[in-house]
């Protein structure tokens, strides 16, 4: 799992904001998804809305704390599958609350809040967060421009995906959660 220094996890905490979306954020997120990602790969504005009136509480937001605006977020639905299918893009109804382990559906920071170690951070509390309710894994795609990127943040490569979403080549990535010994 990605690691961070206390020193920068201090800084993050008092920039930031880390929780839940609430349901009146969808559009919000919506918003910041269209920036984020070209329109072939984007989530649309219904779909970002089903996914967070379905699980809400697999979306950790970074808030910022002087604007009061959602700087990013990363989303996912869980499920006891293991290999990522392009339908968990498009399904909500896929979510398992007690799957084993979560597809990452998007990481977006807006670009303002980007090379600062935002996107790490996010994906550091979110991996802990998952491993603290007892999930296995965490599993994405990404294009082979970002597989470096997942790669420092404790994702392994396990080649190119069976994803075509967006008409592009996608990488698979995992992380593996380990189990918390008491």
């Known amino acids: ?6 020193k920068e996890e201090k ?6 904001i880390f929780r839940n979306i609430m349901q009146e954020e969808a559009e919000q997120a919506a918003r910041i998804e269209e920036i984020c990602f070209p329109p ?3 989530c649309s504005a219904a779909m970002m809305r089903e996914r967070v009136a ?3 509480e697999l979306f950790l937001v970074a808030v910022d704390r002087r604007t009061g605006k959602i700087a990013g977020f990363l989303n996912g639905l869980a499920t006891d599958e293991h290999i990522f299918r392009d339908v968990f893009f498009t399904d909500a109804q896929l979510y398992n ?3 084993r382990n979560v597809m990452l559906l998007g990481l977006d920071v807006l670009p303002e809040y980007r090379g600062q170690g935002l996107a790490r951070e996010i994906v550091s509390r979110y991996a802990s967060r998952e491993q603290g309710r007892g999930r296995k894994a965490l599993i994405l795609t990404c294009l082979e421009s970002k597989v470096q990127m997942y790669e420092k943040m404790g994702f392994e490569d396990r080649g190119l995906a069976c994803s075509s979403w967006g008409g592009e080549q ?13």
């Open 54 to 56: 379905k699980a809400p």
């Open 97 to 99: 609350p007690s799957g």
């Open 11 to 16: 800084r993050e905490e008092e920039r930031f």
């Open 1 to 6: 799992m990605a690691n961070i220094s206390m």
């Open 40 to 42: 072939n790969e984007a």
């Open 170 to 182: 996608w990488h698979e990535m995992k992380m593996e959660l380990l189990a918390r010994h008491p």
